[in-house]
């Protein structure tokens, strides 16, 4: 309640006019305002819908989802084997990899999101090199056995994977942490040249003119990477089973919340494998 209140007083600009504990008391007890939280970022069901269910005013269980979704935006990312250790930053990310000798695989991955209004300042931003479709992007990382450990450094879909994970400050934490080593895909192949001896990416495809032999040991050696990397696309695959995310319907300046509210639960889950 005090996130809530503090929210909406930076929402209005100043303190609320009417006395401390004013105002109608909730309708749902905090259990169905959680659960309806999480019917909501698991299906992206209607708040109208969920309202019918429970009998009261949709704006009810609008106010309930904003209450709870920033709560478990701030859980943070479960430690596999070690219960109530959490991970909040890609700082604390690389503090576990060094210590525990976890090496990391790092992706990027688009969301589709609502187009902003024609006019607005920044339009352009959202609209993806990739798909040519406006999103947003976020960068995952997981250990060898597909495991969440983070999710973040979440961009318009305009920006670059590197250039994200670079706002984040992965260089100086990859200086800061030497004995730590990643796998990413070709969207991080600067960090390669950057780092190699921490980080690798798929090598360059042969050009044209390259011979046959070349061209085989070129696809054995991607093979090879993408077989060690592909843990981290199960783990995006396993996020993309929650709808927000696999197209997001919701007001854009709530996707932050609910991409990291819904990597938090599905961190909870592969934690236990």
């Not at 109608?24 to 698991?42: E, G, N």
């Not at 430690?79 to 090496?103: I, K, S």
């Not at 992706?107 to 406006?134: D, L």
Request: aromatic share 6%; net charge positive; glycine share 8%.
């Amino acid at each position: 309640m005090a996130r809530e209140n503090s929210r909406l007083r930076e929402h209005r600009g100043h303190e609320r006019l009417r006395a401390e504990g004013g105002g109608p008391d909730h309708q749902l007890v905090f259990t169905h305002r959680a659960i309806a939280t999480l019917v909501v970022l698991r299906f992206q069901l209607p708040h109208a819908a969920l309202a019918l269910f429970y009998g009261v005013d949709r704006s009810t269980v609008t106010r309930a989802v904003h209450e709870i979704r920033p709560l478990l935006a701030a859980r943070g990312f479960a430690v596999p084997g070690e219960a109530g250790v959490r991970l909040h930053t890609l700082a604390d990310v690389f503090a576990h990899a060094a210590t525990r000798g976890v090496e990391l695989r790092m992706e990027g991955t688009e969301v589709r999101v609502r187009r902003p209004r024609a006019g607005r300042p920044g339009r352009r931003a959202f609209v993806s090199g990739k798909t040519r479709q406006n999103t947003k992007k976020a960068t995952v990382i997981t250990g060898e056995k597909g495991r969440t450990l983070f999710t973040g450094a979440i961009r318009p879909g305009r920006m670059h994977d590197q250039t994200a994970a670079k706002s984040e400050g992965i260089e100086d934490l990859f200086e800061q942490y030497p004995q730590v080593k990643a796998k990413v895909d070709a969207g991080y192949r600067g960090l390669a040249k950057r780092f190699p001896d921490q980080v690798q990416a798929p090598p360059k495809k042969p050009g044209k003119d390259a011979s046959s032999a070349e061209i085989e040991a070129w696809e054995a050696v991607r093979q090879q990477q993408s077989s060690m990397r592909i843990c981290v696309e199960h783990a995006n695959a396993e996020h993309k089973q929650w709808r927000p995310l696999q197209r997001y319907l919701g007001r854009r300046e709530y996707y932050d919340e609910t991409h990291l509210a819904i990597a938090g639960l599905v961190s909870d889950r592969t934690a236990k494998r």
